[in-house]
């Protein structure tokens, strides 16, 4: 077989000599991702594809059958995102699957404290019985949930409505607090619903591409390779205080102050405002607040810019002379730097307000352009039932609550009335004695929360912990009273909702091993346990549950009652919302919001929203000096690893052991050398670290990669008072 090439445009040649070593073709042998010489009677006699269970780029990979069982894949080449190419994490989905700490039976503690197996019954009663006497001793605000982006939407959509509905458990978040809140917040108030409004398209499209807070190199390496197809020859701005591949790539970088990006977007756009680089009639016919912002602006001149950012004055007025020119696309991008911060909201919507006033919004190439992280976090922000009332609606709004009563066939008395508590407020309760049973899905708390010796004394707290995951090794698993073996994509049936928010299929092409079953069919289980499963009758499948889902998007921003069933996503190759029933067409392949000017406010106009900057919760002193980075370490690493550890081709790709990033001029003061291990310390937990000089961060600034277990022993738990999305950026 002939090593898969990762396609480029024809003409890159001019690509190469800008960017570099990093638009080198990347040439993977087959036989590293499970597709090499095959014995006859692994061969594949069939094909089908699947929408990639990482990431939120969501690339559509082709998966070759061996009597309806997966044997390898390749990445589609005619799907619209990925165009066949694939990261490392994606040619190794199914290796991971493999992996011998699956979780196979159901755990139960016993008497003497260790895990033993149980039968599905005796899981489930148990489940059913100690929720219920915890629910019946401590009241209604005793057990919660905390899910996940990383399943089905159908089935995020079952576990939100089994945990209110049918069990009457009041709270419940997400792990997509951690990443994606601070921009759905931001959404709603500017936009006036949690609406990205790009497409893919815009990447290939834009003369200006803004990377905030971005190292997509890394985070998303697909929609890197997307930039590298851009024919306009794009100036590429990386504003990030390290010096990220990303960075290295761009045609400018501006290396701000950490935590320095709201002084610096207002101090830009007083550059624009005294430019006149405002886009009046824009601004008039569909915003509002504008003059109030403007005023605003008189307080942050160039000179404050400059010294409270770092930045030189050259390097601003460089930027503000770019975007200056009126006849460019501008698009502006973000990710975790600026959703994980204390005042991540205010940031995001200072982005926002740049492509409002200067009339980038829309157009092709143009766009405020948050970039989601886990695979299915649109769908967990949609439909979880968390936050918001499925559909993005209110459980405070009585009309909200009984047209979703009407469409699900359920008594109006089964909604809460109430808005679930966030996740911090979650762990809060728990450690206040408030929540005594907690259930969570698909998620890792234990190693990702922030400030994690705290989090893990408060699991300690809990009555009852039940955990439902892939593996039962992971840090969260080893903590419970209860492990529930779930199957794992690739082993089950549904959707997931990309960043650029397109609809696309998830297939079953092996079998979950052991006992482990769909999250789908625990979740039946356990309602049939509790006694609530009459309600759940019409969801019997996921295609079932997904019809329910269009009647339930029908007349919202995100509606999509215009798709007929899972082969019409098939064929058309994955959708984006909004597709209504009446004037959808499958032809249209991209499909941008705002294109009309209109917002999803009541008046039809975006918002101007700001705040004065706040100081950072903690700020570097005598006795701890440096400031603390965190990020992605590699493209071959996903979250807390609970996945990406288990491939052998993976691990290759990234040091075993955590190590930490520190410039020379800091080591040498330090009397450091590179391999030395290190004790890195904050005022909440201590770690030992693999040292590493490099001038990618700045002196007295350093980084270490989100994905080793031991860095949020580090961080600090602030949050944003708007999001309550976790500041883990810096401290």
């Not at 591409?209 to 985070?219: D, E, M, P, Q």
Request: overall charge positive; charged content about 25%; hydrophobic content about 40%.
């Amino acid at each position: 077989m002939k090593p898969a090439i990762i396609p480029r445009p024809a003409d890159n040649s001019l690509l190469r000599s800008r960017f570099g070593p990093l638009t080198r073709e990347l040439v993977l042998q087959p036989a590293d991702f499970g597709l090499g010489h095959l014995p006859d009677r692994l061969r594949p006699d069939a094909v089908t594809e699947s929408v990639c269970g990482f990431c939120s780029t969501g690339c559509s990979l082709r998966l070759h059958l061996r009597d309806g069982a997966a044997v390898g894949l390749t990445p589609d080449p005619l799907y619209p995102v990925n165009l066949g190419m694939a990261c490392p994490k994606g040619w190794e989905s199914l290796a991971v699957l493999d992996a011998p700490d699956r979780a196979t039976r159901p755990l139960l503690r016993d008497a003497s404290g260790r895990l033993r197996p149980v039968t599905w019954g005796a899981a489930t009663a148990a489940f059913a019985d100690r929720f219920r006497t915890i629910q019946r001793q401590h009241g209604p605000d005793s057990l919660a949930w905390l899910g996940t982006g990383q399943i089905v939407t159908e089935e995020l959509a079952l576990l939100g409505a089994v945990a209110k509905f049918g069990m009457g458990i009041r709270h419940g978040d997400g792990n997509t607090r951690q990443c994606m809140a601070t921009a759905v917040t931001a959404h709603k108030e500017s936009f006036g619903f949690d609406a990205p409004p790009y497409t893919y398209a815009d990447f290939e499209a834009s003369d200006i591409i803004v990377l905030v807070g971005s190292n997509l190199c890394i985070a998303h390496p697909i929609l890197w390779q997307r930039i590298l197809r851009n024919r306009r020859q794009p100036e590429i701005v990386v504003i990030d205080p390290r010096r990220t591949e990303t960075a290295m790539a761009a045609t400018r970088h501006l290396p701000l102050r950490p935590k320095s990006d709201l002084v610096f977007f207002y101090g830009l756009a007083r550059l624009l405002l005294d430019r006149g680089v405002v886009d009046r009639a824009y601004v008039e016919r569909h915003t509002r607040g504008f003059t109030e912002f403007a005023a605003f602006l008189a307080d942050f001149p160039l000179e404050r810019t400059v010294r409270e950012t770092g930045l030189g004055a050259a390097e601003l007025n460089g930027l503000a002379d770019l975007l200056a020119d009126r006849s460019k696309r501008v698009s502006f991008w973000w990710t975790m730097g600026v959703n994980q911060s204390y005042e991540g909201v205010r940031v995001a919507q200072a982005i926002i307000n740049l492509a409002l006033m200067t009339g980038n919004l829309g157009r092709p190439g143009t766009g405020a352009n948050s970039i989601t992280g886990q695979c299915n976090a649109m769908g967990s922000r949609l439909f979880s039932n968390t936050t918001n009332l499925l559909g993005g609606r209110e459980f405070t709004h009585p009309d909200d609550r009984a047209e979703v009563a009407r469409i699900l066939a359920l008594p109006e008395t089964l909604i809460p009335a109430d808005n679930s508590w966030p996740y911090d407020r979650i762990i809060e309760a728990v450690d206040a004695g408030i929540i005594k049973g907690l259930w969570i899905v698909a998620t890792n708390t234990a190693h990702s929360w922030i400030h994690q010796r705290h989090l893990r004394s408060v699991l300690g707290k809990l009555e009852f912990l039940v955990v439902q995951d892939m593996y039962h090794t992971t840090e969260t698993a080893a903590c419970a009273d209860l492990v529930l073996p779930a199957a794992g994509w690739g082993e089950k049936e549904g959707t997931f909702i990309n960043s650029e928010r397109r609809i696309g299929r998830t297939r079953k092409v092996r079998r979950a091993p052991g006992e482990a079953l769909a999250d789908f069919a625990i979740l039946h289980l356990l309602g049939e346990a509790w006694g609530c499963g009459e309600h759940f009758r019409r969801w019997s499948s996921p295609e079932a549950v997904f019809q329910l889902l269009k009647k339930l998007s029908a007349g919202r921003p995100c509606d999509f009652s215009g798709i007929r069933d899972y082969r019409h996503l098939e064929d058309a190759l994955g959708i984006q919302w909004p597709y209504p029933k009446f004037n959808a067409s499958s032809e249209e392949r991209e499909r941008r919001l705002f294109s009309d000017g209109r917002f999803f406010h009541q008046d039809g106009r975006a918002r101007f929203i700001f705040e004065l900057p706040r100081p950072a919760p903690e700020a570097p002193d005598r006795e701890y000096p440096f400031i603390l980075l965190t990020g992605r370490g590699t493209s071959a690493q996903w979250h807390t690893q609970s996945r990406t550890a288990k491939s052998a081709v993976l691990r290759k790709l990234y040091p075993e052991k955590i190590y930490i990033e520190v410039h020379p001029d800091d080591t040498r003061d330090l009397g450091m050398a590179a391999g030395d291990a290190v004790e890195v310390r904050s005022r909440r937990g201590a770690l030992v670290a693999t040292l590493h000089p490099t001038t990618t961060v700045q002196p007295g600034q350093v980084f270490l990669p989100m994905h080793y277990a031991e860095t949020n022993r580090l961080t600090h738990p602030s949050f944003d008072p708007y999001s309550r999305q976790p500041a883990y950026k810096s401290c």
